[in-house]
């Protein structure tokens, strides 16, 4: 009897001690505060000024509100979604500093020729393209005759035979050359002696070849998409960029359609991704505007900045060189516009607020372009021009880079470091792609890919700027290895530092307390693996503002 009445009187305890412990886990569960998201359990680098890891992050609408260790998040906050990350390496939102987003899209609509070995293969995959597209006037992009056996330029013949009637006119993978056959020729009406200031029309024999250098493209006038198709290549460069976890993109040269388009998109929610839009500067009505306009800035969209051409590329010989080619006597390259021109576009934007970012390949171009920012800039600090590609640069001008920002595209460098040496010679290639050389004399460099030039993939950046090989481990010691980066300040070249090149610093690039919620979760940590394992990178999830995009 003593036994059931100790249980009997024990009962009541018991349900007393579980009513205030369920009260009490209830009191501390509505203390803590309420966010969206915490992520667990992660191996989180914050690229903060301290280049500091941490566990665990808490986000509530769309921005980091806390970072620290697991018990510490989990113990302040609750949230609608947790995700134990596993131990998988989070870095910040990846920043493209340099790309043609709009124009990768299109060309998601067009025959793609990128990775072709032949000219022939370029003519069977038109073939193909129009028999399931059959469109009126045949464009695409991506051949690069550097890649084939024979090296030379194409010429239009085959194409006159295939295709008589329709126009055709297909770009080289960067964008400084195109092939036509006679159709678009004739419909552009230009002849052999059509005078090209800035570009060149290539002769044999005094004929056409059909290859069209520079300013000489600017006459083939290519039909426009249609907003239909331009809606729908904006929304392709999202899907593929998110896959890659980029979310942000500095759009190399957008006119203001596009510009405008991209704008009404973002406010309705349709496109997500960030960027940096940098105005077309080839027309002088298009900067007066935007100068007028000012500077406009959502967290989306950021309008600040003029794309200027200064040449063309190494590729097609159209970069402008101080002297000939050593491949090609008495050849220089061209600037696009005359000097004169140049100085009036750097005056005009200097009184602005607006940056001037110029494409600047050879070593001539570059002298010219970082002489003239030193010339209107009059020791301005903080204007943050840059100089993109900054490819080819003389002894002399590395020192103009102490106010003057790089912001370059590490995989040219093993795109091009096949034949570089042979079209310009051994003396000038010790100033090219010289990365770790700019990033001394700025103390900063942005990264880019300059897809679809190259592609998008920044893995392949991260790979090529910090191991300097192709991916059949070419050449066996990298590829002047003087100028590598470390695997620290490629990732700030992808991420803090491209922000600072956008004047965004304060407002993403790191995983710090304020900024936007934008982050990357990733199979493998690209700061530890081994150098052959870094181009195997793969994203798991892409997060906008603490939205999974992808």
């Known amino acids: 009897m003593s036994s059931t009445s100790t249980r009997k009187s024990k009962k009541p305890q018991m349900r007393k001690t579980l009513f205030i412990l369920g009260t009490t886990l209830a009191i501390l569960s509505c203390s803590k505060e309420k966010v969206d998201l915490i992520v667990i ?39 609608t979604e947790i995700i134990d990350a596993k131990k998988q390496t989070i870095v910040p939102g990846l920043i493209d500093a340099h790309c043609h987003f709009y124009r990768m899209g299109l060309q998601q609509q067009k025959v793609s020729l990128e990775g072709t070995t032949s000219y ?66 004739d419909f552009a009406g230009i002849s052999a002696n059509t005078v090209v200031p800035g570009g060149e029309i290539i002769l044999a024999d005094g004929k056409m070849t059909g290859v069209l250098i520079d300013a000489a493209m600017d006459f083939i006038k290519l039909p426009d998409p249609s907003q239909k198709e331009a809606i729908q290549g904006l929304l392709d460069a999202q899907k593929i960029s998110f896959s890659y976890g980029l979310t942000t993109v500095d759009d190399a040269g957008l006119d203001r359609n596009t510009i405008e388009l991209i ?69 220089f390259g061209a600037l696009i516009y005359s000097p004169e021109r140049y100085r009036e576009i750097a005056k005009q934007i200097a009184a602005s607020d607006y940056q001037m970012n110029t494409h600047a390949i050879g070593d001539s171009a570059n002298t010219w372009m970082l002489k003239t920012y030193k010339e209107v800039l009059k020791n301005a600090k903080n204007r943050r021009w840059r100089i993109e590609h900054a490819q080819i640069i003389s002894e002399e001008d590395f020192n103009y880079f102490d106010n003057i920002l790089p912001s370059v595209q590490p995989t040219h460098a093993t795109s091009d470091m096949y034949w570089a040496g042979e079209r310009i010679g051994a003396k000038r290639m010790k ?82 307390i304020g900024k936007f919620a934008d982050f990357v979760i990733l199979n493998q940590d690209i700061l530890k693996i081994s150098d052959d394992k870094l181009p195997k990178t793969r994203v798991v999830s892409t997060f906008l503002n603490g939205e999974k995009v992808y």
């Open 41 to 79: 359990n992660s191996n989180t680098y914050t690229v903060n000024k301290n280049f500091e890891q941490t566990a665990a992050f808490a986000v509530k609408d769309g921005i980091f509100i806390a970072i620290g260790a697991n018990e510490e998040i989990t113990g302040k906050y609750q949230a």
């Open 120 to 185: 022939d293969e370029v003519l069977q995959r038109i073939v193909a393209f129009q028999k399931e597209k059959n469109t009126s006037f045949i464009t695409g992009r991506g051949w690069d005759q550097n890649d084939w056996a024979v090296q030379e330029f194409p010429t239009k013949d085959k194409l006159d035979a295939l295709f008589p009637t329709i126009p055709v006119a297909i770009s080289r993978v960067d964008g400084h050359a195109l092939l036509v056959n006679q159709a678009a020729l």
């Open 263 to 331: 704008d009404s998109l973002q406010q309705t929610g349709v496109l997500k991704m960030r960027i940096y839009a940098m105005v077309s500067g080839d027309k002088q009505a298009q900067i007066e505007y935007y100068i007028r306009k000012g500077k406009i800035k959502t967290n989306h969209l950021n309008v600040r900045s003029f794309k200027i051409y200064g040449d063309g590329a190494l590729g097609s010989r159209g970069a402008a060189m101080r002297s000939s080619y050593t491949d090609r006597e008495n050849h």
């Open 431 to 512: 100033g090219a792609y010289a990365f770790k050389d700019l990033l001394n004399k700025y103390g900063k460099i942005a990264l880019g890919t300059d897809f679809p030039v190259e592609q998008v993939n920044p893995f392949l950046t991260f790979y090529a700027a910090t191991v300097r090989k192709d991916l059949n481990n070419y050449p066996e010691k990298g590829f002047q290895m003087e100028n590598v980066l470390t695997r620290e300040e490629t990732l700030k070249g992808m991420t803090i530092w491209a922000a600072f090149s956008n004047f965004e610093e304060d407002e993403k690039g790191s995983i710090e």
